[in-house]
């Protein structure tokens, strides 16, 4: 690979650590402030609200200028976000700002490597960047419950610390830095900038072709459907685990934010393997790994102690990150060349962080009509079984209709 495209990495590593650090501290936050437990899954549906909201003029914002710039910005404004924690500003609205931070960053960075890297190498380097995403997700889970720990949290106040919180917000806003600094050593890719020159109906009228386009593909229909889905579900069971780990497994959340950890240990796992094992040509063939996961997901009832439990959280982390990083350089794929890179992700971005909103949506619901919190797993794992064997059909009935091969091989 490019060095370049190591600059990136480290760049993604530093901001997504940051995010993932910072959740656990913003469920800590709603804890002390004794919030109901409906209140933390929306710490991440206020997070990824941007992610709709502006979805169709990211995209415009993303492709005027250089990427790495873009990314720059953004860290900006998560810094500024990360600093409004600190004050009386009630975490929710210092997260969602976060999140429109992240809104900006994500198809500067996913856009970039389809304008930097060639299309023969976008699998390789999916898995690369999520492998090193899902390091950051590992190590933010396992340093955020740290720095909850009431361990921690006393040395604080032993060292005269003004608020012990405080001063770990602080420390997590420097790897935003770090981000920021990476971002200025990008290389330009020599794609030339796409000046912003309609309003914002004509960009949302453009938008509203760009995800047509992308739905009526019969394999970015699939792409988009499998990512959608994934997003939706792996944001969902990271407060699911949380939760049934204190309940089942009888921990306190310094420790069960660290299961996230190993979920996410599985997801490397998968990509890993994924990106050695599987071409972009051969992508389709990972689609009924996703139903097994949510299969994966129901055996969690049956398991109530920590090294079975881990054991099976591997197990859905390897089968989605395995099915979801060829489907995924798929969609940037087809839609690098459909609509474009910034358009492409954007687009990819409204449609899986709405399917964030709407599940997390459901599962505060199950949370606030006080369902158990098996049940609610029963529920999530049948949703997601059904769900990814009804994409796998769908695929199956595109290719008796389209030569969805010879599609791909047009744009090889």
């Known amino acids: 690979m490019p060095f370049g495209f190591y600059i990136i990495m480290a760049a993604q590593f530093f901001s997504a650590l940051a995010d993932n650090t910072l959740l656990i501290v913003a469920i800590e936050l709603l804890r002390i402030a004794q919030s109901g437990d409906e209140m933390e899954p929306l710490l991440r549906l206020v997070f990824t609200l941007s992610y709709v909201l502006l979805a169709p003029f990211v995209g415009s914002f993303a492709d005027s200028m250089p990427k790495a710039r873009v990314m720059f910005i953004s860290n900006g404004v998560k810094i500024l976000g990360c600093a409004l924690l600190v004050t009386t500003v009630p975490p929710l609205l210092a997260y969602a700002l976060i999140g429109l931070g ?17 299309h023969n190498r976008l699998v390789q380097a999916n898995g690369w960047i999520e492998g090193l995403t899902v390091g950051a997700i590992i190590l933010g889970a396992v340093l955020g419950g740290f720095m909850v720990a009431p361990a921690t949290v006393q040395w604080l106040q032993w060292a005269n610390a003004p608020h012990p919180l405080s001063l770990i917000i602080v420390l997590i806003g420097l790897f935003y830095v770090l981000a920021a600094v990476f971002n200025l050593f990008i290389p330009h ?128 982390g390897m089968c989605a990150g395995f099915f979801v990083v060829p489907m995924n350089a798929l969609l940037q794929h087809r839609g690098h060349h459909l609509i474009g890179a910034g358009h492409s992700i954007a687009v990819q971005n409204f449609n899986e962080n709405l399917s964030i909103l709407f599940m997390l949506s459901a599962y505060a619901l199950l949370l606030y009509a006080d369902v158990s919190i098996n049940t609610a797993l029963i529920v999530f794992g049948l949703f997601v079984a059904l769900t990814m064997a009804l994409v796998w059909l769908r695929y199956r009935a595109n290719q008796r209709r389209h030569d969805s091969r010879a599609s791909l091989r047009e744009y090889s």
């Not at 992240?102 to 060639?118: F, M, N, Q, R, W």
């Not at 997003?231 to 921990?251: C, H, P, R, S, V």
Request: aromatic share 8%; net charge negative; with cysteine.
């Open 189 to 316: 890719t020599g794609v030339p900038d796409k000046p912003i020159e309609h309003g914002p109906w004509e960009m949302i009228t453009r938008f509203a072709d760009c995800v047509g386009t992308l739905w009526r593909d019969p394999l970015g229909q699939i792409s988009l459907a499998v990512t959608t889905l994934f997003w939706g579900a792996g944001a969902t069971l990271q407060f699911i685990i949380i939760k049934w780990a204190e309940n089942e497994l009888d921990m306190g959340l310094s420790n069960a934010s660290m299961l996230q950890g190993v979920v996410a240990l599985g997801v490397a796992l998968g990509a890993a393997l994924a990106a050695r094992m599987v071409s972009l040509f051969n992508a389709v063939r990972v689609i009924p790994l996703g139903l097994l996961m949510g299969v994966l997901v129901m055996l969690q009832i049956f398991v109530h102690t920590l090294v079975p439990a881990v054991i099976m959280m591997v197990l859905v």
């Open 102 to 118: 992240a809104t900006a960053y994500s198809p500067a960075k996913y856009g970039i490597l389809t304008e930097y890297l060639p």
